[in-house]
């Protein structure tokens, strides 16, 4: 292939002439008709094309360094506050599991089960709700063990304490029905109205039933502290932890007891009155005295 002049061109150089395009050849004298102007797209400029080695940087978010000072808390600057700061840090930690600490110390080594439980004349049922009039299954399962307590000779009456705070909401009623459904005598059950937490039960054992010694039985999250605070109120007390499913009630219970530690350290402290404390009332000392007959 040669070139305009006639020269020989070389290999690369016949590549390059085919691949040029043809440029249209500019024809005087023509007039293009009026009318509307096309609009040509924009030509972008052509961007460097990166080195093949080089990478992106990442996107980053930045923050801010430092707070505004809306939000910043003045930090103490001098030695002696610095110590100050510390020092109450680990007095707030201690206040905060001394309640918890106190409790497992004192009931620990009374926790029980049903087979090994001590005999003792009464067994104390803390309420746990009712689902449309009956036990909810916390509380069922409760009762299943003080019914088994009775069976096995261990208790001989069965003290059944919750709230009745209204006329709708009755929960004695609905323990002492389950109670009998299961074989326990109904006059082996009495019933306390007005335990409407775990301390008033404790103390209205003591001052109004005359309840010394005693079988508690509850949930193995709470029967701690109601062991501690029955001790507290005088009453010689051990406890049967009842085995409960791993649900959102038993998660829920786990750490309400984180926050009711404290209340029944101050309870155990204070020694406040129930919220309701009545008369004496001889119950318990009548179903023992009908059982001995």
């Known amino acids: ?48 094309p990166e080195p093949a080695g080089r990478l992106r940087r990442p996107f980053r978010l930045s923050l801010p360094r430092t707070l505004p000072s809306s939000l910043s808390l003045p930090l103490p600057r001098t030695r002696r506050a610095q110590r100050r700061v510390a020092q109450g840090l680990m007095l707030a930690c201690v206040v905060a599991i001394a309640p918890a600490t106190w409790m497992h110390t004192t009931a620990d080594a009374r926790v029980r089960t049903t087979a090994d439980a001590p005999a003792r004349e009464v067994a104390m049922v803390f309420g746990a709700g009712l689902w449309k009039g009956r036990p909810s299954p916390y509380l069922a399962h409760r009762l299943d063990a003080a019914a088994e307590l009775y069976r096995t000779g261990k208790v001989k009456v069965v003290l059944v304490t919750g ?14 029905t389950y109670l009998t459904e299961r074989g326990v005598p109904d006059a082996r059950i009495v019933s306390d109205f007005a335990g409407f937490d775990t301390w008033d039960s404790c103390v209205r054992a003591k001052k109004i039933f005359g309840v010394d010694r005693a079988v508690l039985v509850s949930q193995g999250f709470h029967i701690r502290r109601a062991i501690a605070l029955c001790q507290s109120a005088g009453i010689d007390a051990y406890g049967v932890g009842v085995d409960a499913k791993r649900d959102a009630t038993w998660y829920y219970g786990g750490a309400r007891e984180i926050l009711a530690a404290g209340k029944a350290a101050l309870d155990a402290t204070f020694r406040p009155d129930p919220h309701f404390l009545g008369p004496e009332e001889t119950g318990v000392a009548e179903a023992l005295a009908a059982g001995r007959r």
């Open 1 to 48: 292939m040669r070139g305009e002049r006639g020269e020989r061109l070389k290999w690369p150089e016949r590549l390059k002439r085919r691949k040029e395009p043809e440029e249209p050849e500019e024809r005087e004298g023509l007039v293009r008709s009026e009318g509307p102007e096309e609009k040509r797209p924009e030509e972008k400029p052509n961007r460097e």
């Open 163 to 176: 709230d009745n705070s209204r006329v709708e909401y009755d929960e004695p009623d609905a323990m002492r």
